[in-house]
């Protein structure tokens, strides 16, 4: 993921502290019933340079979902922003996962992104055909319009997920800079609010603003993109670690959390990390992955 990249330089200069929490998460965390469950992934699993690392020796390409789903419970699934699957493939998919592990499917780019979600029923229609194929192993569906949509185009976005099935889960991530000029904008929040459709949190170096702190539900949905294991991927974690812990006290019910590198291949270190912390801090009795070159097998 390039959002939101630094030089090595300006990382040593940022900020990195989470902001307070506006009143409104904690008045919405108050709704929940608490007794957080956690889903913890990467963005996708077709890492060959995770074979020998986190996969077993000589692993086969085809072979990698079944190993990913071993060790985590979800993946976020930025491989259906490029290319809407077909029914077939996803229950491919599902049939190399176990019981109780989600997949977060991205809405396709032919819709968010080249059609701008206008006059898209044909495709949204096929996306839905497909991805309920799922059945209870999927998890809240990933919207990200366009950059360019921001407020002055919410009516189209609200009218894109007005048109969306209320009982489909659905997270919505926005990328334009007027929607965080105070915070996070309130009628997008008072439109998730009222409809139960949550906001998704992306904390990358270069995009301090999109830290936004807003919940619209009792649950988190964190992307997190790290510097390739610099220090600051580390003491950012354990602040996160911190605010989560906080938000479980106040009733959270669910923590979407996913992680991003710039170079992918230091996600599996950092969930562990992220784990580990959590285990300790906030009660939690999570599995971390196991890392080959840790010098411990599965």
């Known amino acids: 993921m390039e959002f939101g990249r630094v030089s090595e330089q300006e990382l040593e200069t940022i900020n990195f502290t989470l902001p307070p929490d506006p009143a409104v998460t904690t008045e919405v965390l108050k709704t929940g019933k608490g007794n957080t469950q956690f889903w913890i992934g990467c963005a996708k699993w077709g890492r060959k340079d995770w074979v020998g690392k986190l996969y077993p020796p000589g692993t086969k390409d085809k072979d990698f979902l079944e190993h990913y789903a071993r060790l985590f419970n979800c993946i976020e699934m930025n491989a259906t922003f490029y290319k809407s699957p077909a029914p077939a493939d996803v229950l491919r998919w599902k049939s190399k996962a176990p019981k109780g592990f989600k997949f977060f499917p991205k809405f396709p780019q032919t819709i ?25 192993s999927l998890g809240p569906i990933f919207l990200m319009p366009h950059p360019q949509m921001g407020v002055k185009h919410f009516d189209t976005i609200r009218g894109f997920m007005d048109d ?8 919505l991530e ?25 906001t998704i949190i992306t904390d990358a170096a270069g995009k301090r603003d999109y830290v936004h702190m807003h919940l619209s539900t009792p649950e988190c949905f964190i ?21 989560i812990k906080i938000w479980m006290e106040q009733g959270l019910e669910k923590c979407y959390f996913f992680m991003h590198q710039h170079e992918e291949l230091h996600s599996p270190e950092l969930i562990k990390y992220l784990i580990e912390q959590l285990n300790q801090h906030c009660g939690t009795t999570l599995t971390p992955p196991r890392l080959y070159n840790e010098g411990t097998l599965f």
């Open 112 to 136: 968010t992104h080249l059609k701008r979600l206008k006059n898209t029923g044909v495709e949204t229609g096929a996306f839905l055909e497909a991805i309920t194929e799922f059945g209870d």
């Open 164 to 171: 969306f099935p209320q009982d489909v889960p659905l997270f």
């Open 174 to 198: 926005l990328r334009h800079d007027d929607v965080y000029a105070n915070g996070y904008d309130n009628n997008v929040f008072n439109y998730l609010k009222t409809n139960n459709r949550g």
């Open 223 to 243: 992307r997190f993109v790290g510097n390739s294991l610099h220090a600051s991927d580390y003491t950012r974690i354990d602040d996160w670690v911190q605010r």
